[in-house]
């Protein structure tokens, strides 16, 4: 599900537009994945980017506990922290204590640093400094400690998908370099 319909189409994909703040229940579910986020600039606003990262987050691990799931794995960034000075980090730290506080019997939160990925199968621009930035990071990569190398996007998916899976109690916060290699 997401706030636009997507290009991308596989068998085994359906995808679903929803208005995040007016969610309806979800289909029975053991595992929740959310990958949903934004930056404040295609956001317009601080509220509408608090909106997306926190509030839409928030919405749709609730509907999935509400429909049965008790394992939860979510896309957080690597600098969140709830007493951030950078607004970015601190909506994020702020999803991730409101997510633990929810009693997922697992909750996995993936912290990646610059993620690689193709932006345009998701129909999302590219951000010229991220251009530049993944420029840098994959010239700069074997000089780089691991965290904070970049991350492809299929990396973070795999990893998260085998630490929900695997059903570790409590919270697991995986950084960049626990992810790479998927």
């Known amino acids: 599900m997401g706030r636009r319909a997507i290009a991308l189409e596989h068998p085994k994909l359906t995808s679903h537009v929803v208005d ?78 409101s997510l633990a506080r ?29 251009g530049i930035g993944l420029l840098l990071a994959r010239g700069l990569s074997p000089l780089l400690p691991s965290n904070y190398r970049a991350i492809k996007a299929s990396d973070i998916a795999h990893a998260l998908v085998r630490h929900v899976k695997s059903g570790t109690p409590g919270v697991v916060t995986l950084m960049s370099g626990e992810m790479q290699g998927g």
């Open 20 to 97: 995040f703040a007016a969610l309806s229940s979800l289909p029975k579910a053991n595992d929740c994945f959310i990958a949903l986020g934004t930056t404040i600039k295609m956001a317009g606003s601080k509220d509408a980017f608090r909106a997306i990262d926190l509030k839409a987050i928030e919405a749709v691990a609730l509907a999935a506990k509400a429909s049965g799931a008790t394992k939860l794995g979510v896309v957080s960034a690597m600098g969140a922290n709830s007493h951030s000075s950078v607004y970015y980090n601190r909506i994020k730290g702020e999803m991730e204590l």
């Open 102 to 130: 929810m009693g997922f019997k697992s909750l996995v939160i993936a912290r990646p640093s610059l993620i690689d990925g193709d932006r345009d199968a998701l129909q999302q621009p590219v951000r010229s400094g991220e």
